[in-house]
């Protein structure tokens, strides 16, 4: 099924494929996002405690400043923008869907009238 809406044809079949393709991307982007914000401050706990400062700040700072803790924080920006854009693609593809369902409502009251 196309629906035609100014300039743009929808085939409702490819929105449908393409929520359906990227549901698992979606969800373990999302999911891997929450354990990687979840782990981040276990993650600085040892690089706190491999440091050979002696105080509370002289750990915390040579922590935020291990390679360990700034790759953490690097998967931390991949997987937030990787949720983004995969939430926005769903957006889109929802947009879309209601774009088509009411087009569909539109043709059935213009056929209801022309009858």
Known sequence: MHFLGGNMEIDIQ???NKLDSIKEEYSWAKGRLAGLESS????KSIMM???S???LGG???EAYASQEYQDHCDLI???TAKEALLKLEISIAQMK???WRSEQATNRNIERLTR
């Open 49 to 51: 405690k491999k440091s």
């Open 77 to 79: 920006d991949e997987f």
């Open 14 to 16: 490819e929105v449908f």
């Open 97 to 99: 869907f209601e774009a």
């Open 59 to 61: 750990q915390e700072r």
């Open 53 to 55: 400062e002696q105080s």
């Open 40 to 43: 981040k401050s276990s993650v």
